[in-house]
């Protein structure tokens, strides 16, 4: 048995023989390891605590040295002590300090049963363990918070050990602990509470008035504040000389308490919501269920309550064999503020014989062990959160389980989110709730489709689910799934019995949409428009009322009260509503097609944003925002092909690099063509910058032919364009995408052209263009010296397009065909297979920066040949099948710059057979072979 103890100096025990570990450096790493409870501890962090800021020269070779010699004092479990990717694992059978959480964790147990033999016996074990400071040899910025944790449960556990003896009847015996105890730390006052107690008891009423007066000047000399509830109410009970302070049973119930419902429906898919709940409520004192109307949040509550400890004892007063209460009290029909109290009376079957409801709770809780749910308090807030809070401080062993649509804001509130179900899991409910209505029914496949968009399209609102599946009587699924664009005639009434506090999906999301502030409502009421989510500055956009912080301030408030969800993992934060509250806000709207054109107006704005980012270096994380707002981009566009169809051509021209580049092929196109037809009278200059985008989709689509006539019209329609009606860099942006097209498809004096109007207009301020359009003439010249069999040209143009162009996007473009060169025409460039490998490594790294996956598949299509001629002609096959996978996925091709016409790769290497590997996958196979064939956060 491996045994480790740091509650004091570390000490190693192998098989109950104490080893010698060595001196300091060798306890710091052991330390190190055991804090860490068995998890990896990697190796900077290591040598972070054995040295701190004073490494020796070679840290990770004199680490390795004491770990080889800890293993060797380690003995028969010199294997515990694990080598991993990052680090270091040391597993133990036995750390001292955890042994110590779980002595305490077991004697409260004891306690809470009113056990007080045990629970001494427990606690004595527990603070004999410590031999001195926790982790004396680790420095506190790295052990400061383990530490403090372990010091306050050391200071918690010496209280419960003389709560013990007092509960066990060693009135005398406590005293004299809880003296030194005082004296150790005076300003707790819990144990000068029982230091007072101990002296009542011990029939010693004076000293216990003389205590009391001791820490009242104690707190006022040092503190300037008077004593806590605790001590005040104790004070009270001696002076009055009350007889429960003799008493070690917590008062009686005055009245049977009113069972817990719990429904006979299946609980699905919440098993880790329970656990996580029932982990959070065994550490914390009050948890609050946070989520929107329907998401069950209610129920999950009611399946706690039913599994927890003394749960099968509903209504049974509190004696010394039950664990513990359990009260749950519904709040959805309180309607006044006085009234919750009276609402948890009733719950506890209390009879209530003052005006003072909540003093009667906390009398009839006590000190005893208890949980009480409050369900539905989103209404009810600010009462609720005023009574949890008297009631945790008077009861001490008291723990609140609270459902709510928006936390309390009571201090030390942790709040559990409460999510709509996961998709496989929505289905699930769905089937069974439906198995329920039709016994026998067996699922066809046009079941199951219509299962899963049903399930999808109710956001996996369990109760918006359990209606669906109520109408699955009398409605197939398919004709369910067909109806939900008007959900809310759709969706009946909750069953008899149903624990929903509100009869219909409608009532439910209106309950959370009366209880907004009206500035929030009429926010909350623009927010529909929005597909797939939405950014502050979107909501800004379309807020009635003004913008800035008053926008914020009304979509925090959503976010609290559960209508509205924040993304923060996303960057910039991304908002969304559930569809049901979608549909509930569009049909609450008084002008719909006002707030069509305000989400609109967003996406003509991203356009308009999306030509001048894709000019400069935040192109990549540009495309990446832009990824998640193409749903929004489908809704705008759509609205303005009908009402402006101008400005939907505008945007997708302004979105035309985003286009080609992350949309998938067939869609892009649509979107050009689709805007381009709904106005011919737009611009000349919109309408030629569309076009270019359209060839830039043909070329990937492998159709030169159609590439070239688009070509021809975008330069003829230049000889219409005067650049002194454009701004420089709208005519020479234009340009430039139309040498591009003319460089790939072999046009080498209509490039020198076209390249030469870019170099003209931007040679004054258009510097990086003007390299840009330096480089593209550059390819043209390289192809055309390959095309006539020029080696000296070819060999001149590589030169040059190495050394003296330009950089960013246009060099990686450029390092294509400079790639394509060196592998085609090796003769006369040595290490030809190396210098494409750098230029096909140095290509991606910027197109994949850049976002740009067509690219990015056309250079490693060459890095693979690379491969193949640097002697790995398996990782070249791979590397060949994941791009020709990932291009058909995109549903484009990968021409190359050379010669687009022919796929010289593939014949080179031959059909591949398909590869899925991920972005980082193929990248990791081009750079090292080291293949990560795990699913990739880069891509479309």
């Known amino acids: 048995m491996l045994v480790c103890r740091v509650l004091g100096p570390v000490e190693v025990v192998v098989d109950g023989v104490l080893v010698d570990v060595g001196g300091a450096l060798p306890r710091r790493l052991l ?8 998890k990896v501890v990697p190796d900077d962090r290591l040598v972070d605590a054995m040295w701190g800021s004073a490494p020796p020269p070679k840290p990770a070779i004199a680490l390795q040295a004491y770990v080889s010699r800890i293993r060797t004092t380690l003995g028969p479990y010199r294997g515990r002590l694990e080598r991993d990717t990052l680090g270091y694992r040391l597993t133990l059978d036995q750390l001292d300090a955890q042994q110590f959480s779980e002595l305490v964790e077991e004697a409260r147990a004891h306690l809470a049963k009113e056990r007080a033999e045990p629970a001494c016996r427990l606690l004595t074990e ?5 031999r001195g400071e926790a982790y004396p040899e680790l420095p506190d910025e790295y052990v400061a918070a383990e530490r403090g944790r372990l010091h306050e449960l050391r200071e918690a556990a010496a209280e419960d050990l003389a709560a013990a003896r007092l509960a066990s009847g060693d009135a005398v015996g406590a005293v004299v602990q809880l003296e030194q105890l005082v004296r150790e730390q005076p300003l707790r006052e819990h144990r000068w509470a029982l230091l007072v107690l101990g002296l009542y008891r011990s029939d010693r009423q004076g000293d216990a008035l003389a205590a009391l007066r001791r820490i009242r000047k104690l707190l006022a000399d040092e503190l300037g504040v008077d004593p806590g509830t605790e001590l005040t109410e104790i004070e009270r009970q001696v002076l009055a000389q009350d007889p429960r302070l003799l008493l070690t049973e917590p008062p009686q119930l005055a009245a049977q308490i009113v069972p817990i419902r719990r429904p006979l429906t299946s609980f699905l898919g919440r098993e880790i919501d329970l656990k996580t709940l029932t982990e959070h409520l065994a550490a914390q004192r009050l948890i609050s269920l946070i989520g929107p109307a329907g998401v069950g949040k209610t129920r999950l509550a009611i399946e706690y309550a039913a599994g927890a400890p003394g749960s099968g004892r509903h209504g049974a007063a509190s004696s010394s064999g039950a664990s513990q209460e359990i009260w749950f009290a519904r709040l959805a029909d309180v309607r006044e503020f006085g009234e919750v109290a009276t609402a948890v009376a009733d719950a506890m079957g209390l009879v209530v014989v003052d005006d003072d409801p909540a003093a009667a709770v906390v ?6 062990p208890a949980t009480l749910v409050l369900d539905n308090c989103e209404h009810v807030v600010a009462a609720a959160a005023e009574l949890a809070d008297q009631l945790l401080q008077r009861c001490p062993r008291l723990r609140i389980l609270v459902t709510s649509r928006e936390p309390l804001g009571v201090e ?11 998709w496989a899991t929505a289905v699930a409910l769905l089937t069974d709730r439906v198995r329920s209505v039709r016994p026998g029914w067996a699922p066809t496949d046009t079941d199951e489709k219509a299962a899963r968009q049903i399930a999808s399209r109710l956001d996996g609102l369990p109760l918006a689910i359990e209606l669906a599946a109520a109408r699955a009587r009398v409605l197939s699924l398919a004709e369910i799934a067909e109806r939900l664009d008007d959900r809310f005639a759709l969706l009946g009434k909750v069953q008899h019995g149903s624990l929903a506090a509100h009869e219909t999906l409608d009532a439910a999301i209106g309950w959370s949409v009366d209880l907004l502030a009206d500035q929030d409502r009429r926010l909350l009421l623009r927010l529909w428009a929005f597909e797939g989510g939405f950014t502050l500055e979107a909501a800004e956009t379309v807020s009635p009322d003004s913008a800035g912080p008053e926008v914020l301030e009304s979509l925090s408030a959503l976010v609290t009260r559960s209508v509205v969800v924040a993304d923060t993992s996303a960057e910039p934060t991304r908002y969304l509503l559930l569809e049901s509250i979608r549909a509930y806000c569009r049909r609450l709207d008084r002008d719909p097609a006002a707030t069509a054109e305000g989400q609109a107006s967003w996406v003509r704005l991203l356009a308009g944003r999306c030509t001048e980012a894709v000019r400069g270096r935040k192109a990549g994380s540009f495309m990446r925002m832009m990824s998640r707002e193409l749903p929004n981009f489908r809704a705008g566009f759509a609205h303005d092909l009908e009402h402006h169809p101008a400005a939907a051509l505008e945007s997708a021209v302004g979105l035309g690099v985003f286009l080609y580049r992350s949309l998938h092929h067939g869609e892009a196109v649509k979107v050009l063509r689709t805007a381009l037809a709904a106005a011919p009278d737009a611009p000349v200059l ?18 030169l032919e159609a590439a070239r006539e688009l070509i021809d019209t975008v330069y003829r329609m230049l000889a219409e ?5 454009h701004t420089p860099i709208e005519y020479a942006e234009l340009c430039f995408f139309l040498a591009v097209g ?3 498809t072999g046009q080498t004096e209509r490039t020198r052209e076209v390249t030469g109007k870019v170099i003209h207009h931007g040679r004054d301020e258009l510097e990086s263009m003007v390299r840009a359009a330096r480089s593209v003439l550059g390819v043209a010249m390289l192809k055309e010296a390959v095309r006539t069999g020029d080696e000296a040209g070819m060999v001149a143009q590589v030169e040059a397009l ?7 996007w246009a060099r990686a473009w450029l390092n294509i065909a400079v790639a394509e060169v060196y592998l085609r025409y090796p003769a006369p460039f040595p290490d030809s297979a190396e210098k494409a490998l750098a230029a096909v490594r140095s290509a991606v790294t910027t197109f994949l920066a850049h976002e740009d996956y067509p690219y990015t598949l056309n250079v490693l299509q060459v890095g693979a040949l690379a491969l193949d001629r640097a002697g790995r002609p398996e990782d070249a096959v791979r590397l060949l099948g994941a791009v020709q996978a990932h291009a058909r996925r995109l549903g484009l091709r990968t021409p190359g710059l050379l010669e687009p016409e022919r796929p010289w790769v593939a014949e080179a290497l031959g059909e591949p057979p398909a590869e899925e590997l991920s972005w980082q996958g193929m990248v990791a196979l081009l750079d090292a072979g080291e293949v990560q064939a795990e699913s990739s956060t880069l891509g479309p």
């Not at 009398?363 to 005893?368: M, P, T």
């Open 802 to 808: 190495q050394y003296k162009f330009s950089r960013g």
């Open 742 to 744: 003319c460089a790939v």
């Open 126 to 130: 527990a603070t004999g363990l410590w």
């Open 412 to 422: 030390g509130e942790v709040t559990v989110p409460v999510e709509p179900l996961p």
């Open 31 to 38: 330390a190190a390891l055991a804090v860490a409870g068995g």
């Open 363 to 368: 009398d009839a809780i006590g000190g005893g």
């Open 721 to 725: 364009l005067s650049a002194d009606d």
């Open 686 to 703: 919109d309408r030629a910058r569309a076009l270019n985008s359209l060839t830039a989709l043909n070329y990937f689509a492998g159709d």
